[in-house]
């Protein structure tokens, strides 16, 4: 087997600005990308993590989100 050395790719953080300032919260078709995108920005989570949130994982009151360990290695 190959044992190449695996790299990721990572974006900058001005990268990331750049990407969510060309979609906006307030568009129909463009809203749940940038929450996507905010969020895996600001936890560092993982897309599957991110993805994976139900509503009654987010309690907006308390500022809280659940990740639950079937969808989230960080």
Do not use: N
């Not at 190449?4 to 900058?12: C, D, L, M, Q, S």
């Not at 993590?49 to 290695?73: E, H, N, P, S, Y």
């Amino acid at each position: 087997k190959d044992e190449r050395p695996r790299t990721v790719a990572a974006y900058t953080p001005d990268e990331v600005a750049a990407i969510v300032a060309q979609i906006s919260p307030d568009q129909a078709l463009t809203w749940r990308a940038w929450v996507a995108l905010t969020l895996a920005a600001a936890t560092g989570r993982r897309q599957r993590a991110v993805l994976g949130l139900f509503d009654r994982d987010v309690d907006l009151d308390a500022g809280q989100i659940t990740w639950r360990a079937a969808t989230d290695k960080s």
